[in-house]
């Protein structure tokens, strides 16, 4: 059974910084695709980054390039989400996902393609 856990959210002012985390466990994490993404209460779950099984190849939502790095540590099971210059705009429900299978790639995540698993989301708050 796969399980996603993320950790890492919480309140900070505009212009801070945060990093997520997200534990996997039940897959062959080093060889899969991994994504990050956020709802905001009332719209649909968008994107935000995505990183391949080797931590080369990396996509990110026109809205946070620049600001947010996607990284992992497969040695860890561990995706991240670096944060920096924190807007209000960025405020959501941050989910970690994996795709069903890992042929998937960074693009076909971005697409939400193949996504299968997520976690259960950690809240990111951030203050004018």
């Known amino acids: 059974q796969v399980q996603l856990v993320e950790s890492g959210g919480g309140l900070v002012q505009a212009g801070g910084s945060l990093r997520l985390s997200c534990a996997a466990s039940?897959?062959?994490?080093?060889?899969?695709?991994m994504g990050w993404f956020r709802q905001v209460p009332g719209k649909e779950r968008e994107f935000v980054a995505s990183?391949?099984?080797?931590?080369?190849?990396?996509n990110y939502a026109d809205s946070v390039k620049g600001r947010f790095t996607i990284s992992r540590d497969n040695a860890k099971n561990t995706v991240y989400l670096h944060m920096n210059s924190l807007k209000p705009e960025d405020t959501a429900v941050y989910y970690c996902?994996?795709?069903?299978?890992?042929?998937?790639?960074?693009?076909?995540?971005?697409?939400?393609?193949?996504?299968?698993?997520w976690g259960q989301g950690t809240l990111v708050t951030v203050s004018s």
């Open positions: 039940g897959l062959s994490f080093s060889i899969y695709t």
């Open positions: 996902g994996a795709p069903s299978t890992p042929v998937a790639g960074p693009g076909d995540v971005a697409r939400n393609s193949y996504l299968e698993h």
């Open positions: 990183i391949d099984w080797s931590g080369g190849t990396t």
